[in-house]
Structure formats: structure tokens, C-alpha cells
């Protein structure tokens, strides 16, 4: 029965996927296949929807921090902070560096947004846009764009991603950021080399950088100072200041200048915190268009419904059988191998990313008990598969969004280093262990 119920998940989501639709609805078709699964094995109304309940309750701090974020991100845009940050930046790219630079910027981006699509919307679209004015391969520059935007996505304070896993496993999101940075610098440098090579084999001409600028300033002032919300929310970040207050912090900072800097009168901007930032010329529009509470709308539904999975799953032992496996499999690749595993099988299926952390999280929690480590790994698995595979929305939208071929996710190189640098170094750790132990028992 429970392959016959997963089936018919996994039907859904492959629908939705073909049909172009909210993989909201595959969800809320699992949910009712779900529900019915724990009917069939004797669970009643009551039980049922404490299940369900147990399962929000796990994310219920999350909702809040979501709220805000899309509440930053929308006043981010108004006040001129992210248009000042993309301007000042793409004044270091040159031809040569190109490559480099994209990854570099994004990372930057996704660090301070804490959003891959966001960053992807933005200094993507920029990157690319200057790629084909100067003639670069499209496929390496969409995959340098993707591994900057998830490298920002995966370690900033402000990613939905991060929350979410600090939230699931009971562990600080600032110690958390701490040890992804620790795993993160030999990918990193792995990927500026690459790039940095890349760019200088890549034929490649000038690009026109004055006209972006001579648009961002016909929409609104550009300024130094208006970067003042982003400095705010990184030091206070550095200083460990609970999230929700440094974005709070960073939201009234950027009103401020919003409203009397950009002049945006008092009802406007109150519109922008639901709906969103929309830019008078619709030329800067596509590049500048987006953030809100609305904007943040499907992933909160996505959170929910994934979370009311979670509830279910435990009480009626749904993925017991496949926890089984991935237990099995973890002995002789370490329990990283097996969460590797789980995550590249549930990003298959899940076909988004919020749904592939919720997934790896309920079938490897028998596999790593440490949660610190168990954090760690989620980091470095399921955020970082997802965008790898090709149907998935979290490598769809971004590659759409800037314009890119599906053949750059041969080249997002910090997605695919990351996980198998990582599980290098486990494997290591457990082979030095194994040979130590005879030599102890020796002595």
C-alpha cells in the first residue's frame, strides 16, 4: 500500500511538473492521499488532525521570519538598496573576469537576500545580460550564476533554506552558518579557479555597463548610503543578533529611506509590503519587480503542507521501509553517503527544494544523531541536490528566469563540489578511524 500511495504522490508532482503548474497543488493532492493512508490504517479524525498539527507546529517559527522576508526584500527594492549593490558591483566586472565575477557577485547577492531566485531575478538577469553583449558561453555563465546563488542560499542568516533546517533540527542558525562556512572554502576556491579559467579561454568582447546605470537612475536616486540595510543586517548577523530583530531593524532602516530618500508616499510603500516593488519603467521592471508578503505566499504554503507530511509520515510509519534502506546503505558510505542518497531521491521526487529538506529530514533522522551534524549535512545534501536536478523548480526557475541552458548544470560547480568534497571527507575520517583502532588495541 505504501508504494501504491507514493505513486500516486509522485504522479502528481510529475503532472504538475509537465503541466507547468503550482507544485502547490501536487501537495494538496498528497496531503489527501496522506490523510487517507492513515484512515485505511485505523487512524480516526481526532488522531488525524493532531498529526497534522504536530507536523506545523515544527515550522510554526518559521511563518513569522517569512512574513518579513518578504517584507525586506520588497523595501530592499524601493529604498535603492539593491540597485545600488548591483550597480556598484558590475562596475568590477571586465570582460576577462566575467565568469568569476557572476559567481562571485551572486554569492555576494544571495548572502545579503538570502533568496536564489531573487538573486537569479536580479544580478542574474544583469550577468547574463552582459554575458551576450560581450559574447560568453551561455552555459558556463548560467552555471557560474547558479552556484553563486546557491552558495548564498545555503549559509545566509536571511535564507528560508537555513531557517527552515536550524528550525527542524533544534540548532542555532549562527553556529550552523559557522560550520557551513568551514566546509564550504575548498569548493569555493575549487569554483574561482575554475571560473577564472574559463573566463580567460572564453573569447569574449566589451559590454555596456553605463546604459544600466543611466536606467537605474532614471527610476530612482542612487547613493552610497543607501546600502546602509544591508551593512545593518550583516553586523548585526556577525554579532549574532536573533534574526527576526536584525530584519526588523534592517525593514525600518530601509522604510525610512524609502520615504524620504525615494520620496514614495506613506500608502505606496504600505501596498509594496504585500504585493511587492513595480518599477515605473517597465525595462527596469524586469529586473527590479518583486519581493512581498504575496511573493513569499507559495513557499509558506509549501512549508505548511510539507510539514503536515512530517506529522503523518511519523505517527502511521509511512517511510519506514525506505528509512530502513537508507539506514543500510549509510554503513559503508558513512551516514552523510546514505543523506546524500536520500536527498538525491527525494529531490527527484519532491521536484523543489523546501519539500527534499522536510523529506531527507524525516528519512535520515535515525541515520545522524548529532544534530549539529545532522544540520550540517542537510546543509550540504538536500539544499544543494535540488538545484542539480533538471525538472526540479529550484534549477528551472533560476535558469529561466536569466535565460540559460539546461546544459549549466554540468557547470555549477559549487552545487555538485560541495556534496562530494564533503563526502571525501567523511569517507576519509572514517578510514583513519577504522586503522586506528587495531594499532590502539595493539598498544
Known sequence: ?????????????????????????AMVVGLAVFCLYARLRGFRGAALGRMVLSGVRTAKGMLLVFFLIGMLTALWRASGTIPTIVLYAVELIRPRTLVLMSFLLCCGMSVLTGTAFGTAATMGVICMALGHSMG?????????ILSGIYFGDRCSPVSTSALLISELTGTSIFDNIRRMLR?????????????????????????DIAALRQ??????????????PAVVLLVLSVCRVPVRRTMLVSIGLAALLALFVQHIEPLRLMGMLLTGYTAADPAVGALLDGGGILSMLQVILIVCISSAYAGIFRETGLLDRLKAGVARISRPITPFGGMLAAAVLSACI????????????????????????????????????????PWSIASATPLAAIGAPQTSLLTAFFCIGLPLCYLAARLLHRHRLTHRRPARTAA
Open 183 to 207: 566546509t564550504a572554502w575548498p569548493p569555493f576556491l575549487i569554483c574561482c579557479l575554475l571560473y577564472g579559467l574559463a573566463g580567460l579561454w572564453m573569447p569574449v568582447g566589451g559590454g
Open 136 to 144: 560568453a558561453d551561455p552555459a558556463w555563465l548560467g552555471g557560474a
Open 350 to 389: 519532491a521536484c523543489n527544494q523546501t519539500l527534499t529538506i522536510m523529506l531527507t529530514h524525516q528519512l535520515c533522522g535515525d541515520v545522524e544523531h548529532n544534530r549539529q551534524r545532522f544540520a550540517l549535512e542537510l546543509e550540504n545534501s538536500a539544499v544543494l541536490v535540488a538545484p542539480l536536478i
Open 215 to 228: 536606467a537605474f537612475g532614471g527610476e530612482m536616486l542612487l547613493d552610497w548610503y543607501l546600502v546602509l
Open 1 to 25: 500500500m505504501e508504494a501504491v500511495v507514493l505513486g500516486i504522490f509522485c504522479g502528481a508532482l510529475a503532472l504538475c511538473v509537465l503541466l507547468h503548474l503550482s507544485i502547490v497543488y
